[in-house]
């Protein structure tokens, strides 16, 4: 006996059981020794999450990157392909420091109270109790990844990988200890790299400062700053050689105001004569072009801002910050140098400016540049195989816009800053002996003695910049640096990589790179970058702005497919999603909407199978399908071509390059919605179902329900990528499955044959009932109320089709269809000609109340007259024409063209009708 589905869908009920059940058959897990690389028989298909924080909870970002992902490889795991999605979290430095160091802040505590080794057994145990909650609230959205490869950037395993990569960069020279101008965070007491130190437009000051010139106190050059607290390291002031304002002035020196102490002008080519007075302030140890200066020229490099943002005098800054302003912050110490320097005289002029000032990624606090010793990596050699491959082809970004972006930041690409000043990550594999002195000792092991002297070592105190065991995400995972891994060999390279753009930099870039450094060729062949997640203001969606939608407040109101059809249709190649986090019910609308008109769809099918199974359609005669079968089989193969399309081809074709052809082709997603959607809502249900009715009853029931149940599989199939949870529940209910069959590993539909005469003719059939459908409308005849109609073919098949089909066509318009030549008794009707010729004539008299609707008809005629005359009038006011803007004038003639062809169509009606 078949069970009857319920009369409303229920995803709190059924989804959470569906998705156990999947884990509990291992539907998404992927084996190795099934793929082509290790001698199986599928080709694999691997995607790598972009991990989240460990300590984060889902939020509408996540819910569209995670749901863009499982769409494709849901889609590729139907393909055949042995599909791998491999989950996990990063143990995120900064971002889970500030959790830790803000509890302990409650309690009234530092870092430094606990000291090194307890603070870090503390994160470790808060990531241990409350890490990873972020993964199990993926399942609610439905997402498949492999949970038995579930990874951590700081597991034993890959911590492993980090410390292998760290030694075979230095090993390789590309590793290296700098002393140079870095981004520091005073909030979060560590450097940032040129990425994490991000820049936002701020309106602030120029401040115009005169430096007398020594010996000559009637001169003054003039330098224009926006961080006057930073002269107090002052060394030089440059000018270009070729300035011959300056010329005589260069090797001489300058008084440098508040402090009092002497600084040559120098002669640079940093210094552009074009922009102010051609004169520059240089601080080498508080700025990056500064610094730079100084190196060419020998300069001295004094600290005069500490590691927290305060005023205080670092090496070689004697008696430069003053008694009032050591200890103040950068920024009360810039208004008191301000004041000082009107005070004295010195302060020419100040002018409103708006300019770029970087911050933290992490905290928002104003990035201060500071000289430091920090370990880099060498970037240039590894952007140079990461730029080949994308000019090659064999990697693509899409959409295509994001490929210069790629192309501009690895061509300009600097050294990366890779140490920071926290406690929690990887600590840096180096080793130093105080004892001896000797070279510090880079080691995959841990190091306990100096290889020299035998002496103590300690390690150095930086840990790694957290996107450095990011960038080794698709190899560390797969058990790299173990190069017999079964799991490297048959899964690596990956195949797509799907993320935000504003992590093209900080990741998406950089393991390109390790994947060329590490492994010989790169990570992935394709980057997927979608867009942002905003409100209706078009403001980035975010919990500090309060804008944000919780995802599981979502699926708990209606469903994690609801979501995920309405995320993924609203989401254009490289477009944002729009959304209401005031109206959840308005936002979500499209999804709810079409989950509820499929499982009606599928409650209407049950209910008409019977208890038996419905035939397979391939032991259906084919001479036994009506127009209707033959037509929604085809639109079912277009359907099938369509999404085909949209998807694209999952790999390159060419040894491993895009071809032109390929290059920016599909991953469409919300083009393979709205094509799976057209074809169960708009053809099969609107259409297909409602023609089986009659049929379902009768002498060829069986195959009505053979191709009924067919399409609906096929419909169930094209949606599963999109909407898993109600598509794997009505695929489950309309066939007898065995326990372990499953819709989230059946086949994807392949297409069948090419659409036949009799599809075509079923146009002509839908055709006609659309003509009397609208005739109903526009004589706004009652829905329930039968009509009389007569149809005609333009030539003796059209008329055998419309004929035949005269049954069918009176059922879906609910009209008593009869052959006919259009000419009818002369009486009052309404005609409509089909794009062939052929025609239909439905006769009004006895239908509506033609006094009525004539009077009513001539009504809207006279309106439509005083409509135009207004129109008319004002178009022949030469003033108005000539003065008007011109996007008016024309509004006013297409107004007048629109209004004038209806008159027409009213005034045809009135004479079909009324005689006149």
Not at 52 to 75: S, Y
Not at 649 to 678: I, K, M, N, Q
Not at 750 to 759: V, W
Request: aromatic share 8%; net charge negative.
């Amino acid at each position: 006996m078949r069970a009857d589905l319920a009369p409303q869908y229920d995803p709190s009920r059924l989804d959470a059981a569906q998705y156990a059940r999947w884990k509990a058959a291992g539907v998404f897990t992927a084996h190795a020794d099934r793929t082509t690389r290790l001698g199986g028989s599928r080709v694999p298909f691997v995607m790598v999450i972009p991990p989240p924080n460990v300590t984060a909870v889902l939020h509408m970002g996540h819910g569209l990157n995670d749901t863009v992902q499982d769409v494709i490889v849901r889609w590729r795991r139907m393909a055949g392909d042995e599909a791998l999605w491999v989950p996990g979290t990063d143990h995120a430095g900064i971002a889970t420091q500030n959790v830790i160091e803000r509890q302990l802040a409650q309690e009234g505590l530092t870092r430094f109270d606990l000291g090194r080794d307890a603070f870090v057994d503390r994160t470790t145990k808060f990531v241990a109790e409350t890490g990873g909650v972020i993964l199990e609230q993926l399942e609610a959205i439905g997402a498949s990844c492999d949970w038995t490869r579930t990874a951590y950037t700081f597991s034993p395993e890959l911590s492993r990988a980090v410390r292998e990569a760290f030694v075979r960069l230095y090993e390789a020279g590309l590793i290296y200890k700098g002393h140079r101008v870095i981004h520091w965070c005073p909030r979060c007491l560590t450097s940032l790299s040129d990425e994490e130190a991000e820049f936002a437009d701020e309106r602030g000051e120029l401040y115009q400062i005169a430096y007398p010139v020594a010996g000559s106190p009637s001169r003054s050059l003039v330098v224009a700053t926006t961080r006057p607290e930073t002269m107090l390291g002052d060394v030089a002031v440059a000018v270009h050689p070729d300035d011959d304002r300056y010329r005589d002035l260069v090797g001489r020196r300058v008084v440098l105001p508040i402090v009092g102490i002497e600084i040559p002008v120098i002669a640079d080519p940093y210094a552009d004569p074009a922009f102010g007075t051609g004169v520059v302030k240089i601080t080498p140890a508080h700025d990056a072009n500064d610094f730079e200066v100084g190196v060419r020229h020998g300069l001295p490099m004094p600290v005069v801002i500490d590691e927290v943002g305060a005023m205080r005098e670092g090496p070689d800054a004697h008696g430069r910050v003053s008694e009032s302003l050591r200890g103040l912050d950068r920024f009360d110490a810039r208004a008191r140098i301000v004041a000082l320097l009107r005070a004295s005289g010195q302060l020419v002029n100040v002018e409103p400016h708006q300019h770029a000032v970087r911050h933290c990624y992490r905290c928002d606090t104003v990035v201060e540049p500071r000289l430091s010793d920090q370990w880099f990596v060498r970037m240039a050699p590894l952007a140079k195989p990461a730029l080949e491959a994308l000019r090659a082809g064999r990697l693509r970004v899409l959409p295509e816009r994001w490929e210069a972006v790629y192309v501009n930041w690895m061509e300009n690409i600097r050294d990366w800053n890779i140490s920071r000043q926290l406690w929690w990550g990887h600590r840096i594999p180096v080793w130093y002996c105080d004892a001896c002195g000797g070279e510090p000792i880079v080691s995959r092991d841990e190091v306990t003695a100096c290889v020299q002297c035998g002496g103590a070592v300690r390690q150095d105190d930086d840990v790694l910049d957290t996107w450095f065991s990011s960038w080794l995400w698709p190899l560390s995972t797969l058990g790299w640096p173990d190069e017999n891994a079964r799991d490297l060999t048959a899964f690596y390279p990956t195949d797509v990589l799907v993320t935000a753009p504003e992590i093209l930099f900080f990741w998406v870039a950089r393991m390109v790179m390790a994947g060329h450094f590490f492994m010989g060729r790169e990570p992935f062949h394709t980057v997927y970058l979608h867009g942002t997640v905003r409100d209706m203001r078009h403001v980035k969606m975010s919990k500090s702005l309060g804008n944000g939608i919780d995802p599981l407040d979502v699926v708990r109101l209606y469903g994690a497919d609801a979501l995920r059809y309405t995320v993924i249709a609203g989401l254009g190649l490289g477009t944002d999603v729009m959304l209401d986090p005031t109206n959840l019910e308005q936002s979500f609308a499209p999804g709810r909407n079409f989950v509820t008109k499929l499982w009606n769809i599928g409650r209407f099918i049950l209910q008409n199978l019977g208890d038996a199974p419905a035939p397979a359609l391939a032991d259906i005669d084919p001479a036994r399908l009506t127009r209707a079968d033959a037509w929604i089989l085809a639109r079912l193969d277009a359907a099938i071509a369509e999404c085909d399309s949209a998807l694209g081809p999952a790999r390159p074709t060419h040894d491993g390059r895009w071809t032109s052809g390929e290059l920016y082709a599909g991953l469409r997603l919300s083009e393979l919605v709205e094509s799976a959607r057209r074809f169960a809502w708009s053809e099969l249900a609107d259409w297909y179902v409602e023609s089986t009715k009659p049929r379902l009853g009768g002498p060829d029931a069986d195959v009505a329900r053979a191709v009924l149940v067919h399409a609906f599989d096929a419909a169930l199939r094209l949606l599963h990528p999109v909407v898993p949870f109600i598509t794997e529940t009505l695929w489950q209910a309309i066939a007898p499955r065995a326990a372990d069959e499953f819709l989230a590993r059946a086949a994807w539909p392949k297409r069948r044959a090419p659409e036949g005469d009799a599809a075509r003719e079923f146009e002509l059939v839908r055709e006609a009932v659309g003509a009397i459908r609208q005739i109903r409308a526009e004589y706004n005849i009652a829905p329930g109320a039968r009509v009389a109609a007569l149809v005609g073919g333009a030539e003796q098949r059209a008329g055998r089709v419309l004929a035949d089909e005269a049954p069918l066509i009176g059922h879906l318009a609910r009209a008593d269809v009869s052959p006919g030549d259009g000419t009818g008794d002369g009486g009052a009707a309404a005609h409509a000609v089909l794009s062939d010729g052929s025609h239909v004539r439905v006769p009004l008299a006895g239908t509506i109340d033609l006094g009525k609707e004539c009077g009513r008809l001539r009504g809207e005629l006279e309106q439509l007259a005083t409509l135009r005359a207004g129109i008319e009038q004002r178009l022949r006011n030469e003033r108005f024409v000539t003065r008007a803007k011109p996007e008016v004038v024309a509004g006013e003639r297409r107004r007048l063209e629109e209004l004038t062809t209806r008159a027409a169509q009213l005034t045809a009606k009135v004479q079909t009708l009324c005689g006149g």
